[in-house]
């Protein structure tokens, strides 16, 4: 089973960075696509990124390709977020989630077999 937590949200300035993690105490991490989702208060979860469970593939958001970057470390059951010149328009709970590919990619949050809690991320002005 695979039990996801997020952690490296907090309140950064515009332009700032922040790098998130999401561990899986479980077993069979690699076996599963990660991705990252985000929701900002009033508004859908939406998909921000997504990684292969090779970490060979990796696809993101219009609105964050170029500045965020995904990751993972299969040997610490770990996925990453990397995300440089935030912008305020960025602040969400940000949502780690294991499921197909297809499905992280297409946005697809009915079809993830797993979510962390989330962690917020704040951007200021």
């Known amino acids: 089973q695979v039990q996801l937590v997020e952690s490296g949200g907090g309140l950064v300035q515009a332009g700032g960075s922040l790098r998130l993690s999401c561990a899986d105490s479980?077993?069979?991490?690699?076996?599963?696509?990660m991705g990252w989702f985000r929701q900002a208060p009033g508004k859908e979860r939406e998909f921000v990124a997504a990684?292969?469970?090779?970490?060979?593939?990796?696809y993101y958001a219009d609105s964050v390709k170029g500045r965020f970057t995904i990751s993972r470390d299969n040997a610490e059951n770990t996925v990453y977020l990397q995300m440089n010149s935030l912008k305020p328009e960025d602040t969400a709970v940000y949502y780690c989630?294991?499921?197909?590919?297809?499905?992280?990619?297409?946005?697809?949050?009915?079809?993830?077999?797993?979510w962390g809690k989330g962690t917020l991320v704040t951007v200021s002005s």
């Open positions: 990684i292969s469970w090779s970490g060979g593939n990796t």
């Open positions: 989630a294991a499921g197909p590919i297809a499905l992280l990619v297409a946005g697809s949050t009915g079809g993830m077999r797993y």
């Open positions: 479980g077993r069979t991490f690699s076996n599963y696509a």
